[in-house]
C-alpha cells in the first residue's frame, strides 16, 4: 500500500473515533494542531491501529507517534 | 442496540463510541439520571465512556465522576469535596491487583505474610466502611485478578509468601465483607478477566504507557460486565424467558417426528444437550425468572412434547403458552398483557435466526441472545447478562408459584360472575403497617422495578428507606396480601412527609401481581387511620407522568380526592380532607 492509501487509511480511523465525517488528515496533522487528539484519543487510536493492521508498537512509539508523519513512517516500516 | 449485547465487538465500540454515544443520547430522554463515581486505582477515562454506552442502552442515564489517577482511596479517606458534591448514587471501586502494593517477598516468615495480609485488609475495610458512612449508597468492589505472570509457578498459590496466595485470600476476605454488608456488591473481576483469558486480559503496553490495569480489548467486557450489576441494582433486569420449543427445548420437530422420537435425554450427546439447557431454565425459574412459551405448533403437539418423559420442564412450569401459527412478535405482546409485565423485560430465546429477527425488529428493547449452537445456550444466554442477581429475596424464590397462583384466580373469576362477589370470594387478608427491618430490602427493591402503579415513580435506594423507616417526618407503610390461593407478597408500599397538618404522599406504588383486587382502597383506608391518630387532617397526592405509568393518571381522583392544580408536563396534584372520608374496603379483611 502507497503513503497515500495509508494517510486514507488513517483518515478514516480518525473520523470513526473522533465521530467527524468530514475531517481532513494530512502529513501535517498532529497532536499540536488537532484539539481532539488528546491523549484518551492517542491510547484509542493505537489500540484500533493495532488491531486494524495486525500490528504491535513499542511503549515508545506509542509515545512518539503524535504526528500523522510519523505514524505513516510507522506504518511503511511495519507493514 | 445490538452492538452493546452479547457477544461483544470490543474493538467496534472503542472506535465507533463517540458516535454510539450520539446515537443513545438522543434517545435517551425521560430516562432516570444515575449518579456513578468511579474511584479507581488505575486509568479509568476510557472505562467510564464505555460504561456509559451499556447504561444509556439499558434505558438508564448516566452522570460520572471520576477519582483523578489513583486517588480511589484518598478520595473517600480524605472527604475529597467534590465527591462529596457529587453525592453518588452508586460508587464503582476500580481497583486491580496492581493497586495491591506490599506484597510478600520470597522467604518471608508465616508471621510477616500475615502482617501484610492484615494490612491490606485493614486498608480497603477501613475505605469500605467510610465510603458507606459517607454515601449511604451502593457500592461495587472489584475483586482482584489473576496476576499476568507467577514468579512461583504453581506454587505461587501455595507457598506462605507466594503473590497469588496473598490475591486469593484478600478475594476470601472481601466475600466475607460482602456477606455482612448489605450495599456491598461484588464485581467478580477474577471470574471477568479469567472468562476473557488472563493472557489477552494484561497488556502491559498499555500499563506502561498510560497506566491501564488491563488491555484496551478487554474494557468493553468489563465495562458491560459491571453495568450489568448497576442495571440490576435499577431494578432493569430482565423479567421473563419467552422459548421456543422446536431445536429450542428439545431436538426435533414434535409436530413431524412424534413425541418418541424427540432427542431429548441421556441417550445420546445431543439428547443431553437439550436436557441441560432445560435444565438450566429451570434454574433461572428458581431465581426469580418467569418462563413462557411462543411456539409454532399446534398446541396439542406442543404439550405432548413438554410430556416427553424425559423433559425437565412440564406445562405447568410455563406462565403462559402460546403454541400456534401467528407472527411470534404478536405472540409475545399478548404473552407481556396476560403476566401485566413490558414486554422490553423479556428475553426471546429461539434457533431459529428469521424469528430472532422478527422478533428484534417489532418488540421495542427486548433481549435476543444469538441462539446458534445448542450445545451452548446456557452459556449465551448466561453471558447475556440479563439476569444478574442483587438482591435476591425470598419472593423471588416464591414468584414463579405466585404467578401460577393468579393463573388459578383468573380462571376463578370467569367461573363466577359478579366481580365484588368475585374479589369478596377471594377471602383476601392484608397487613398494613409502618415498615419493618425485615421488609426493607423487599420495599427498595419494590421501588426499583414497579413502573405501571407508581403514582410518582421516585425511586429510594436501600439506605434511603432505612433512613425514613426511622424518621418522625415520615408516614411509611408496606401491605401484604393474602387470599384463598396463597401469598402475594409484599405488594404495595406508601410513603407520606409530614408538613404540618398535612400528608405530602411521595410514593405510592402498588405491584401488578394484585391489580384490580381494590387494595388500594385497603391501603388508604390504613393511611387515613394513621393520619387521623397523628392530627392530619389534609392528604396531597402528585401525580407524576412517566412513559409507563399512565394506568394511575387518575389514580387519586378515583380514590376520591379533589383536583388542586395541573402541573407541567401533564402532572398534577391532588388533596383529600380527611374530616368526612369513608372507609372504602369492604372486601378486604385487615389483620391486627
Redesign the interface.
Known amino acids: 500500500m502507497s503513503r497515500q492509501a495509508y494517510l486514507g487509511k488513517l483518515e478514516e480511523?480518525f473520523c470513526?473515533?473522533?465521530?467527524e465525517d468530514s475531517l481532513e488528515i494530512t502529513e501535517e496533522t498532529s497532536q499540536e494542531n488537532l484539539e481532539d487528539w488528546d491523549?484518551?484519543t492517542h491510547?484509542?487510536l493505537?489500540?484500533?491501529l493495532e488491531?486494524e493492521f495486525s500490528i504491535?508498537?513499542?511503549?515508545e512509539e506509542?509515545?512518539k507517534g503524535t504526528s500523522v508523519a510519523v505514524l505513516l513512517d510507522y506504518l511503511e516500516a511495519k507493514l | 442496540m445490538e452492538e452493546l449485547e452479547y457477544p461483544l465487538d470490543a474493538m467496534f465500540l472503542l472506535r465507533k463510541k463517540k458516535a454510539l454515544l450520539r446515537q443513545l443520547t438522543a434517545e435517551s430522554e425521560g430516562f432516570p439520571v444515575v449518579k456513578v463515581a468511579i474511584l479507581g486505582g488505575s486509568t479509568t477515562d476510557e472505562l467510564s465512556k464505555i460504561l456509559e454506552l451499556f447504561l444509556l442502552n439499558k434505558g438508564l442515564k448516566p452522570s460520572f465522576y471520576q477519582s483523578d489517577y489513583n486517588c480511589y482511596w484518598q478520595d473517600v479517606m480524605f472527604e475529597n469535596p467534590a465527591l462529596l458534591d457529587f453525592a453518588p448514587d452508586v460508587i464503582y471501586v476500580h481497583t486491580t491487583n496492581r493497586n495491591l502494593l506490599h506484597l510478600p517477598s520470597v522467604g518471608m516468615y508465616e508471621k510477616e505474610v500475615e502482617d501484610l495480609f492484615q494490612q491490606s485488609c485493614e486498608h480497603f475495610q477501613r475505605f469500605w466502611d467510610k465510603a458507606e458512612t459517607l454515601f449511604h449508597c451502593p457500592l461495587i468492589q472489584n475483586n482482584f485478578e489473576p496476576f499476568s505472570y507467577r514468579l512461583l509457578g504453581h506454587q505461587d498459590g501455595v507457598l506462605p509468601y507466594g503473590h497469588s496466595r496473598f490475591l486469593d485470600r484478600m478475594n476470601q476476605f472481601m466475600v466475607d465483607y460482602a456477606q455482612e454488608h448489605s450495599h456491598f456488591y461484588l464485581h467478580d473481576l477474577n471470574y471477568t478477566a479469567s472468562s476473557f483469558g488472563v493472557e489477552r486480559w494484561h497488556d502491559s503496553s498499555a500499563w506502561f504507557s498510560a497506566k491501564y490495569a488491563l488491555a484496551m480489548e478487554a474494557i468493553p467486557h468489563l465495562a458491560f460486565s459491571v453495568a450489568n450489576i448497576m442495571v440490576s441494582l435499577h431494578g432493569k433486569n430482565k423479567k421473563a424467558v419467552v422459548v421456543d420449543l422446536d431445536n429450542t427445548l428439545w431436538g426435533g420437530v414434535v409436530g413431524e417426528d412424534g413425541v418418541e422420537n424427540l432427542k431429548l435425554g441421556l441417550e445420546t450427546g445431543t439428547g443431553e444437550a437439550f436436557l441441560a439447557f432445560q435444565g438450566y431454565l429451570k434454574s433461572l425459574q428458581e431465581i426469580g425468572v418467569i418462563l413462557a412459551i411462543a411456539s409454532k405448533n399446534e398446541e396439542e403437539n406442543a404439550i405432548s412434547g413438554l410430556k416427553h418423559p424425559d423433559s425437565l420442564l412440564s406445562p405447568e412450569d410455563f406462565m403462559s403458552i402460546k403454541a400456534n401459527w401467528n407472527p411470534k412478535d404478536e405472540n409475545i405482546r399478548l404473552i407481556a398483557q396476560e403476566l401485566n409485565l413490558g414486554a422490553d423485560s423479556f428475553v426471546f430465546v429461539d434457533d431459529n435466526p428469521a424469528e430472532r429477527e422478527l422478533v428484534r425488529q417489532n418488540v421495542m428493547g427486548i433481549g435476543v441472545p444469538p441462539m446458534e449452537d445448542y450445545a451452548t445456550y446456557r452459556e449465551v444466554l448466561h453471558r447475556s447478562g440479563y439476569f444478574e442477581v442483587t438482591n435476591l429475596t425470598q419472593e423471588d424464590r416464591a414468584r414463579h408459584e405466585m404467578y401460577q397462583q393468579n393463573k388459578d384466580r383468573t380462571a376463578f373469576c370467569y367461573s363466577t360472575g359478579n366481580y365484588e362477589e368475585y374479589l369478596k370470594s377471594l377471602d383476601m387478608v392484608a397487613e398494613i403497617a409502618p415498615f419493618q427491618p425485615v421488609f426493607l430490602e423487599r420495599i427498595s427493591q419494590l421501588c426499583g422495578k414497579t413502573n405501571q402503579f407508581n403514582v410518582t415513580t421516585k425511586r429510594y435506594t436501600l439506605e434511603e428507606i432505612q433512613s425514613i423507616s426511622t424518621d418522625e417526618q415520615y408516614l411509611h407503610f408496606y401491605g401484604k396480601l393474602w387470599d384463598r390461593f396463597g401469598e402475594n407478597g409484599l405488594v404495595s408500599v406508601v410513603i407520606g412527609r409530614r408538613e404540618g397538618d398535612r400528608l405530602s404522599l411521595d410514593l405510592w406504588l402498588m405491584s401488578c401481581r394484585v391489580l384490580k383486587r381494590n387494595f388500594e382502597h385497603a391501603m388508604l383506608d390504613q393511611v387515613v387511620e394513621a393520619c387521623r391518630q397523628q392530627g392530619i387532617s389534609t392528604l396531597i397526592g402528585t401525580y407524576l407522568p412517566t412513559i409507563k405509568n399512565k394506568m394511575v393518571a387518575s389514580f387519586y381522583e378515583d380514590m376520591g380526592f379533589s383536583l388542586e392544580e395541573y402541573l407541567e408536563a401533564g402532572g398534577s396534584t391532588w388533596k383529600l380532607l380527611l374530616c368526612d372520608y369513608k372507609r372504602k374496603n369492604n372486601v378486604i379483611k385487615i389483620e391486627e
Open positions: 480511523i470513526d473515533i473522533l465521530d491523549s484518551l491510547v484509542t493505537f489500540a484500533v488491531d504491535h508498537f513499542s511503549v506509542m509515545a
